[in-house]
């Protein structure tokens, strides 16, 4: 008998039953949970440097990826049972592993502010993206303006009040941002994973642009 880091569904039956639903639904709610869960990522700037005594707070991050990454390795080597595994990631590397790179990655080589924007970014509008999909009766575009609206509002909170970016060129920034994270999520190819290009793509852009244009956060 493989290994297994569950209960074989009992919870997630609990919890897909306490909003109506079964099984089913209590992984769906499960995995959006443990999405969110993803933006605690940011506590990295908020503990202080040596918060962990004889470890940096960025030892610990690379210790916590690498623990996920040994993890994932002995799911598709030794068979370990995890939940919430979706059928088509049996055999691939699972979207968590992805994530977990996405976010290390984002914290360690973008600024703040960037930093803070695709990280909240991912972690919100990705589900919001996958639970708008399961309702088709909604206006037609809503799955297009709805998570951009979002970005817009999360990416003015973060590049305005971490970066103290003006008002104007942190809307632009969330702007383009958003729209490179929504289109990016959308292809779904063999070996792609949106939660790492949600992450990285508009994060990479961003930083580049400041890098170009270092005066941009101080106007407006």
């Known amino acids: 008998m493989p290994w297994r ?3 074989e569904g009992r919870f997630r039956a ?3 039953g306490r909003f109506g639903g079964g099984p089913e639904l209590g992984d769906r709610i499960w995995r959006r949970c443990l999405h969110f869960a993803g933006a605690s990522v940011l506590l990295y700037y908020l503990l202080p440097p040596r918060f962990f005594l004889l470890l940096s707070t960025e030892e610990v991050l690379l210790l916590a ?17 995890l939940p919430t595994i979706r059928p088509w990631e049996t055999r691939r590397i699972a979207s968590y592993a ?3 790179v996405a976010l290390v990655l984002a914290v360690l080589l973008f600024p703040t502010p960037i ?3 695709v990280v909240l970014g991912t972690a919100f509008v990705d589900p919001l993206i996958g639970e708008l999909r399961r309702r088709p009766v909604l206006p ?14 999360v990416g003015v909170g973060a590049l305005s ?4 970016w003006g008002l104007l060129p942190a809307a632009l920034a969330a702007l383009v941002g958003g729209l490179v994270a929504v289109a990016v ?7 792609y994973d949106d939660d790492l290009a949600m992450t990285l793509v508009p994060g990479v852009i961003l930083t580049l642009w400041l890098i170009v244009w270092p005066a941009y956060p101080g106007l407006g």
């Open 5 to 7: 880091l569950h209960r």
């Open 14 to 16: 609990w919890l897909g």
């Open 65 to 81: 990826l690498g623990g996920v990454l040994v993890m994932e390795g002995m799911r598709l080597a030794a068979g370990l049972e």
């Open 98 to 100: 992805y994530y977990a």
């Open 115 to 117: 930093a803070v924007f």
């Open 140 to 153: 037609a575009g809503t799955i297009w303006w709805l998570p951009i609206l979002v970005y817009l509002g």
């Open 161 to 164: 009040g971490v970066g103290h």
């Open 185 to 191: 999520e959308r292809p779904k190819l063999r070996g």
